[in-house]
């Protein structure tokens, strides 16, 4: 009771923080301190996000298509890949260096390249939020499972149990909090991940029509996808926070 | 119930000599304790009877079949309770069960009529994280008893306690081995304890760890709620207090 107040209250501090600043960003703009084709103000924004709002959902639609299709590829392959590192250590020597190789690589990088080998469809966007997204998920699932404790490994073990049932009844459910944590970072990763990618080639997505805007300079159109692509994230990420909540109950527990 | 012999068990980690020529015999539905210093082996003996490790020398038998070295066969309480935090108390109880491939309704099914037996009614929906001391430890006697009924190994199992916690698990437990009656090997460093549950007391001393004495504790079972103000008990204490100054 007393930590859903808190939460409320913590709310409302936020919403006052965010709503002073709006304020304060239209005076700025109205007293015509930043010329105003440079920085729309927020009522401006809003406008724009009005006016353009069908056009905005037909674009959010396929980038979530590519950040969902790749975050959950990403994510199956972060999990195998971890899975298996730490069952075979031999396998954990060979590729862990290479994972974390891979991330030293900056997505906008690559994008070009998956471009020019699968085209601007669907394929190589997916591949990069693979990329991107799949880092996190291995990292943080494998030092779940690295950390179980021995002791109740030895107990699970005098009781009988095989190296699988271990995985599945200490392991694997002690990773869990770890996993989640990966997922929300992933999460956020994968939309921001898809478009990056529409930027680099595509005719889709709210990349695509960053680009348009940009080029069109229509700011304040720019600042209405930038605030969609926001809160999309934060939605991802608050989804990732209720799925966990469902998934792993006793961690509520201590209240009660 | 079962028979546990233990013949000539050593033990070395690192090339230091833990235990040293252990051999033992548990009868049926006998109480043992293994009573002996911090760092002395008592775990390291445990581990090798359970078959968790195996031993440099010496074998295991239980009722005739060596189990040297084979894990799953006899129960196993080790020093800390290990609930599984993210598992109901139902579900960590039931765990052995699960483990043998029991179907989860059929093991919560088996495991339901004993609840009120270990003091555990009402726990079953809750985590471990919502027990006390006294009730995790509780719980995971039960986790040890639903595994076999045959030998336990219970590895300092109140120590974690509170002094009047402590005292009230005692009554508690000398209860309960009263319906229950496993053949138990138990380990402790408190000797008030040894004297007031064992049947024997097994000391362990030196380094490498040994068993140097056997101390047989006459008191009928079940054993009167006062008998650790007694005389008797004094006496035993006097005795095993020597003897670990020898
Ligand atoms: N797996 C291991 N590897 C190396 N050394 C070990 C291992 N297990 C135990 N030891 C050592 O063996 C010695 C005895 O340990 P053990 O845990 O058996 O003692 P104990 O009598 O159970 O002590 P306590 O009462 O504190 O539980 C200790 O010095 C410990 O460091
Ligand atoms: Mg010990």
Known sequence: ?256 | MSELIVENVSKSYDGRKIIKNISLTLHEGELVSILGVSGGGKTTLFNVISGLTEPDEGRVFLDGEDITGKPGRISYMLQKDLLLPYRTVEDNVALPLLLRGEKKKAAREQVRPYFEEFGLEGTQKQYPAQLSGGMRQRAALMRTYMFSQNVALLDEPFSALDTITKSSMHGWYLNIMEKIRMSTLFITHDIDEAILLSDRICLLTGRPGEITEEIVIREPKPRRKDFNLTEEFLNYKREILAALDR
């Open chain 1, 1 to 256: 009771m007393r930590k859903r107040l808190q939460n409320i209250t913590s709310a409302i501090n936020t919403l006052a923080a965010l709503a002073a600043l709006l304020i304060l960003w239209q005076i700025v703009c109205v007293m015509g301190i930043v010329p105003g084709f440079m920085l729309p103000s927020p009522v401006q924004v809003a406008r724009a996000f009005a006016g353009d709002f069908p056009l905005l959902m037909s674009h959010l639609r396929v980038t979530l298509t590519e950040a969902f299709a790749g975050l959950f590829c990403g994510v199956a392959f972060g999990f195998v890949m971890a899975v298996l590192m730490d069952r075979f250590d031999r396998l954990y020597k060979a590729f862990y260096p290479l994972v974390v190789l891979t991330q030293t690589v900056p997505a906008v990088a690559v994008a070009p390249l998956l471009v020019l080998w699968f085209g601007y469809e669907m394929m190589p966007k997916i591949i990069l939020i693979v990329i991107t997204t799949f880092f996190p998920v291995t990292v943080g699932v494998l030092t779940g499972l690295r950390s179980a404790d021995r002791d109740t490994m030895n107990l699970l073990r005098s009781m009988g149990a095989g190296s699988f049932q271990i995985f599945r009844y200490v392991k694997l459910p002690g990773a869990m909090g770890q996993f989640f944590s990966s997922l929300r970072i992933s999460a956020a990763y994968s939309v921001v991940g898809a478009v990056i990618s529409e930027w680099l080639g595509g005719f889709n997505g709210l990349g695509v029509y960053m680009t348009r805007v940009k080029q069109a300079f229509a700011f304040d159109k720019m600042f209405a996808v930038i605030f969609l692509i926001s809160v999309i994230s934060l939605l991802l990420m608050k989804l990732v926070d209720f799925i966990q909540k469902k998934c792993m109950p006793w961690e509520d527990a201590h209240e009660s």
